[in-house]
């Protein structure tokens, strides 16, 4: 319930942002909260009930495989500067000197050199020909030289937390931090439970369009030599989905490739368990991560193209980190202000729309404002 003006300027402007974000066709629902310091959350659902389980997409990044990897630096079972081959010596299998270079600071900063997508859902499946794949994949860059978001460096700090913590990477996400933090309706796939799942896509055609956009490169000669080969016939012989994708993972490596469970997509979650999560990274919110280690994740480690890279985390500004998922999911924090936003849309239901990067960015300026005193 709204009970002071300033809460109530809040609770308007998150229903006249997803209202116009539906009304100008960038999602056909969503539903937003904000919370701010110790004070009740703030939330406005159109389209769906607050209880809403949503594909995170690659909100997996940062409320699974970040948080488990800090973990188990924290237990000192690794090392940010730990060598991927320390973990996965197949890395080294390709002759290339950069490879050793490679760390777990590389991987979460994406700075590995790793390209950012390949369709290995065309002709791979499962972790030993994903992983297989990965460490086959030329690198196209140096590491630390350049900055490229990479959807196979998350899923190697997948296969990587496997061999740490000795466990399925379903168990490490469950057992370290799902669990412990109380998050009960946070899962990989929920297929058809009984909670409400918001739709995504029908059938795949973005990401068919995406390998066929892939393959035209690669006959062309546009990628490097020994990059991930394909074939017209590979996609045709693809077994697509058709209908509404629902309460199955909408990424295509994840859902063809990796049976829904994957260190950089996959998680489903709701409203309530996001602003449950974000709780963990104010200063001083417990001892689940350190104050020290929070502070390491969201700064500015890596900077490219006018975009910052923490641990994980995208840095929006100097007081100010978050991420975002492709299904139209998004969550940031600011340090300043002491305050999580969420916005958890299914932008690609029934098909792919654009304009969710410029309406995220008028949301959080118009909350910033607010926030800041800015406005009246």
């Known amino acids: 319930m709204v009970i002071d003006n300033k809460a109530q300027r809040l609770y308007d402007c998150l229903k006249q942002n997803i209202d116009e974000g539906i009304n100008q066709g960038v999602f056909p629902s969503g539903i937003a909260a904000i919370h701010t310091g110790d004070q009740k959350p703030i939330i406005y659902a159109r389209g769906f009930t607050e209880d809403t389980v949503f594909d995170l997409a690659s909100l997996t990044k940062v409320m699974a495989t970040l948080p488990a990897i800090l973990l188990a630096v924290q237990s000192g079972k690794t090392s940010l500067f730990d060598p991927v081959t320390k973990w996965i010596p197949e890395f080294a299998s390709i002759h290339d000197p950069r490879r050793m270079q490679v760390t777990l600071f590389h991987l979460l900063t994406h700075t590995s050199g790793l390209p950012a997508w390949r369709p290995y859902f065309i002709r791979l499946k499962g972790k030993e020909d994903y992983l297989a794949a990965i460490c086959n994949e030329p690198l196209i860059y140096s590491p630390s030289t350049d900055m490229v978001y990479s959807d196979l460096g998350f899923m190697l700090l997948g296969f990587i937390l496997e061999r740490i913590w000795d466990m399925e990477l379903e168990e490490v996400v469950s057992s370290l931090v799902l669990g412990p933090l109380g998050l009960h309706r946070t899962r990989y796939s929920p297929g058809a439970s009984h909670w409400p799942i918001a739709p ?126 492709f299904t139209g999911t998004s969550v940031w924090h600011n340090t300043t202000t002491e305050t999580t936003c969420i916005l958890l849309t299914n932008r690609v239901h029934p098909f792919v729309r654009m304009g969710i990067q410029e309406w995220r960015l008028q949301t959080r300026e118009l909350l910033t404002s607010l926030l800041k005193g800015a406005c009246s």
């Open 200 to 325: 995504t896509e029908e059938g795949n055609p973005f990401e068919k369009n995406m390998a066929m956009l892939y393959l035209e490169d690669y006959e062309n000669g546009r990628l490097p030599d020994g990059a991930f080969a394909m074939s017209n016939e590979d996609i045709d012989t693809n077994r697509w989905r058709e209908g509404i994708i629902c309460g199955t993972v909408h990424d295509c490596n994840a859902h063809y490739g990796l049976g829904g469970i994957s260190g950089h997509a996959g998680l489903f979650s709701d409203i309530g368990d996001l602003l449950r999560y974000m709780d963990i990274w104010k200063q001083g919110s417990g001892d689940f991560l350190s104050d020290q280690t929070i502070t390491n994740a969201t700064l500015a480690h890596a900077t490219s193209s006018a975009r910052s890279r923490g641990l994980g985390w995208e840095i929006l500004s100097n007081d100010t980190f978050g991420h975002t998922g």
